[in-house]
């Protein structure tokens, strides 16, 4: 996808420090989790959000941007710029930047081939559209989230030399569409607990290997909340459907609250810096910035990206659906009242005249 240099970046030896330890990458994307519901869940005990919530950095404030659909979230998370530069605004890719623009994988394998990455995933555009395949030595996608976590844990528990692994959950996104994105949706929540039930897994499995040589740094966010406006969606523009949460930990990671105001784009320079990649600069700056690391980071620049016109367009028929269905019915209750109007006029007895 990627089809131009990155000029910032150069071919370097693997990732040492020192002390010859490697630095290591678990991104966790879990599909449409709103904050409030990750923060109720992450008190759950033995919970992965929780867990990290104690040891870790974390916010469940994190902006995903300008519009709360998977399209722009995901491709904000995984290439660490915003919509006005990736280009995509809804689900339909029309319009996306993507083939010029580096994701992850594009920056590693271009700092770095020997990396061995991998990624796996249920929402098919994650192969489809956003990641080039490539720059992943795995990539592979599953119908089930279950299967997702299997294969995760797997490549962690027989993949010695796996440096970077993406792992995408998709399921709580599914409930909530079908019964709505709430704290107040049982429903909702137990996906969004089965999410975190399975990051566990996978956390679990990274810390039954041999990490006497390795340092990894473990993020775990979303690409948008949900049911702001509307309870069984997530809307372009709402407040609610456009904050999600954020947990890090590992590496340099600066422990408690981020209050640095993190965002999605946050996720790719945070992984870079651990893994000493340099950053591209100049006009293929990213957008992000290491939060995590540095409490006192400046905000993120705020993207001015082009209207999602699927949504705006559903707006105004919903808006016109309303003047329809309001005109409709007050011009039957007026028919009706003429009708019976009418009707009385009828049937009224004729008074005698008087002689």
């Not at 994650?126 to 294969?151: C, H, P, Q, T």
């Not at 000493?276 to 100049?282: D, H, I, R, T």
């Not at 009706?336 to 009707?343: F, G, Q």
């Amino acid at each position: 996808m990627f089809s131009h240099a990155i000029e910032a970046e150069s071919q370097q030896d693997p990732l040492l420090e020192d002390d010859g330890i490697e630095q290591k990458v678990l991104i966790i994307g879990i599909d449409g989790v709103r904050g409030d519901v990750a923060e109720i869940v992450a008190q759950r005990n033995d919970s992965a959000f929780g867990r990290i919530k104690d040891e870790g950095a974390w916010s469940f404030n994190t902006s995903i941007g300008p519009y709360a659909i998977s399209g722009p979230g995901w491709s904000s998370m995984l290439t660490g710029v915003w919509c006005d530069r990736h280009g995509v605004v809804d689900n339909s890719f029309y319009g996306s930047k993507l083939s010029s623009v580096p994701d992850l994988f594009e920056h590693l394998e271009s700092n770095d081939p020997n990396l061995r990455t991998a990624a796996v995933y249920w929402w098919e555009p994650i192969g489809e559209d956003i990641l080039s395949a490539d720059s992943i030595d795995v990539m592979e996608r599953f119908e089930n989230d279950g299967l997702v976590r299997d294969r995760a844990v797997e490549l962690l528990n027989t993949d010695p030399e796996l440096d970077v692994l993406f792992v995408s959950i998709d399921n709580p996104d599914a409930v909530g569409h079908d019964y709505g994105f709430s704290p107040d949706v049982p429903e909702y929540v137990a996906a969004v607990e089965a999410a975190d039930d399975m990051a566990r897994d996978v956390i679990d499995a990274l810390e039954q290997r041999d990490l006497s040589g390795e340092d990894w740094i473990i993020i775990i966010t979303s690409d948008h909340g949900g049911g702001d406006r509307f309870l069984k969606s997530h809307h372009a523009s709402e407040p609610i459907d456009q904050r999600t949460f954020m947990l890090v930990t590992g590496g340099a990671t600066v422990a408690g609250e981020m209050t640095n105001d993190p965002v999605v784009v946050d996720v790719v320079v945070t992984a870079l810096t651990h893994l000493e990649v340099p950053l591209p600069e100049g006009d293929l700056a990213l957008d992000g910035r290491a939060s995590a690391f540095d409490p006192d980071a400046a905000s993120a620049r705020e993207p001015v990206c082009r209207e999602p016109l699927l949504f705006y367009q559903v707006d105004l028929m919903i808006w016109i659906g309303v003047g329809v269905l309001s005109v409709a019915v007050a011009s039957f209750l007026i028919l009706k009242k003429k009708r019976r109007s009418n009707l009385e006029h009828k049937v009224a007895p004729e008074l005698p005249v008087a002689e």
